[in-house]
């Protein structure tokens, strides 16, 4: 199969948005932002063995790879709309790349975006997923926002994705939701969406909460405090003591949003959390000063593992 019957074969599909003039099949793609909006774009690659297991299935690969790089757009607030995909491939295995492609078509689909390109390369699996999206103009969350005197919210449950991890890379029995948490992780686009006009600084946390934590309080050039006993863990994980579970929910790739909103949006972000059935936990405060302080029921905490970091 040639590179030319492969993409064709993979990864060209209809065209539905009327925002994508010209799609796959060009040198390039032309995309129309609306008017009054302004375009959000996000790139991130993941390595087979680094990002993902190696031997990964396809399926679950196409989950994770959305699910990863769309949490970036969801952080700001953005409508996903389009993604263009750079796939390196050792061989063309048809059996996989057929699993794979439809199961980002049907990813694309569910998160209403449409893959408008692309590169196909030999080489060690590798992807890398480049996303956009729109948000009204001057409208999108930033991390550079957080106000002093703000509160701190988490979205979900934490902990899940690095236990499942842990699994799978020890051969050990997961629960299924557990374990799709790291391998289909649900990027939060509509709680960002309605996070727009009441959050003023907002970030995902891929890399770990307290990581992340240091980098919204140093690009706002604020202080974080975090109680730690108010982190929404993971309920399955109950029966592993609590230090454990406490580091599990710092150790990155859960996907979910870590932003500060002022006390008047308090009971907004109640009804939000009903409406979306997805927790929203109050988990610190912005404070004067600078860096990360943890406490747990009010005593000093320190972790020792500060989160995922490819250079240290
Ligand atoms: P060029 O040599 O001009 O860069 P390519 O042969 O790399 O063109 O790609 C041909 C067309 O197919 C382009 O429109 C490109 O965006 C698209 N394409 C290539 N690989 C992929 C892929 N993995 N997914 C989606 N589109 C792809
Ligand atoms: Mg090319």
């Known amino acids: 199969m040639t590179e030319d019957e492969l993409i ?3 990864f060209t599909s209809d065209v ?3 925002y994508v003039i010209l799609g796959v099949g060009d040198d390039a793609a032309i995309l129309q932002v609306p008017d009054a909006h302004q375009l959000i774009t996000s790139v991130d690659t993941l390595l087979e063995g680094v990002h993902f297991p190696s031997n990964f299935d396809p399926e679950l690969l196409a989950s994770r790879c959305l699910g990863v790089t769309l949490s970036d757009l ?3 607030g953005a409508t996903p709309k389009w993604i263009t995909l750079s796939l390196s491939l050792p061989e063309v295995d048809t059996a996989w ?4 492609s439809r199961a980002l078509k049907r990813e694309c689909q569910a998160y209403a975006v ?3 390109g692309g590169d196909t390369v030999k080489g060690p699996l590798a992807l890398s997923l480049t996303v956009m999206g729109i948000v009204a103009s001057g409208q999108a969350l930033r991390r550079d926002q957080a106000n002093v005197g703000d509160q701190l919210y988490v979205s979900g449950c934490l902990g899940g994705a690095m236990f499942a991890l842990e699994c ?3 051969n050990l029995d997961c629960n299924q939701e557990l374990l799709q948490h790291y391998t289909a992780p649900q990027a939060r686009v509509l709680l960002g969406q309605k996070l727009l006009g009441h959050a003023n600084s907002c970030m995902d946390i891929s890399d770990g909460l307290l990581l992340d934590a240091s980098r919204l309080a140093r690009t706002s050039k604020v202080g974080i405090q975090i109680a730690m006993e108010k982190l929404p863990l993971h309920p399955a994980l109950a029966a592993l003591d609590l230090d454990k579970r406490l580091k599990l929910a710092c150790a990155g790739d859960d996907y979910e949003l870590l932003f500060s909103a002022p006390d ?4 907004f972000l109640k009804g939000l959390s009903q409406r979306l059935g997805l927790p929203i936990s109050c988990i610190g405060e912005i404070t004067a000063g600078e860096g990360v302080t943890t406490t747990l029921y009010d005593q000093p905490y320190q972790q020792s593992d500060t989160g995922y ?3 240290r």
């Open 74 to 76: 969801a952080a700001m």
């Open 16 to 18: 539905t948005d009327p």
């Open 309 to 311: 970091q490819h250079f």
């Open 168 to 170: 799978l890379q020890n």
């Open 97 to 100: 790349l057929q699993i794979f």
């Open 8 to 10: 064709q074969t993979f």
């Open 264 to 267: 008047t949006e308090a009971e």
């Open 114 to 116: 449409q893959l408008v």
